[in-house]
Nanobody, 126 residues
């Protein structure tokens, strides 16, 4: 099992940058596929980015590709999401998630992730 805690959210203006962090504790971090998801008010939770275990690959939603970068530090058991060129549409609660069992075709599916953090709020004003 793994326990996840997000941090780094905040309020900022359009065009700003922010780095979210997700601290993991418990099991060996490197064996987990890690993902970032977000949920805006009145909308369903959606995939943002993922980092497959053992450094296999990274994946992004079309809406954040080129602006966001997911990274991980397996020694520190940390997952990061660097967000640049933020826009109001990025406003949401951001969650990190972990899965030790998902396959490549499931990387964007929230149902494939067994462990979730509590979320951190990101608000981008126009």
């Amino acid at each position: 099992q793994v326990h996840l805690v997000e941090s780094g959210g905040g309020l900022l203006q359009t065009g700003g940058s922010l780095r979210l962090s997700c601290a993991a504790s418990g099991d060996t971090f490197n064996k987990y596929n890690m993902g970032w998801f977000r949920q805006a008010p009145g909308k369903e939770r959606e995939f943002v980015a993922a980092s497959r275990r053992y450094g296999a690959s990274t994946h992004y939603s079309d809406s954040v590709k080129g602006r966001f970068t997911i990274s991980r530090d397996n020694v520190k058991k940390m997952l990061y999401l660097q967000m640049n060129s933020l826009i109001p549409e990025d406003t949401a609660v951001y969650y990190c998630a972990a899965s030790s069992t998902l396959i490549l075709s499931e990387v964007r599916s929230q149902n494939a992730y067994a462990y979730w953090g509590q979320g951190t709020q990101v608000t981008v004003s126009s």
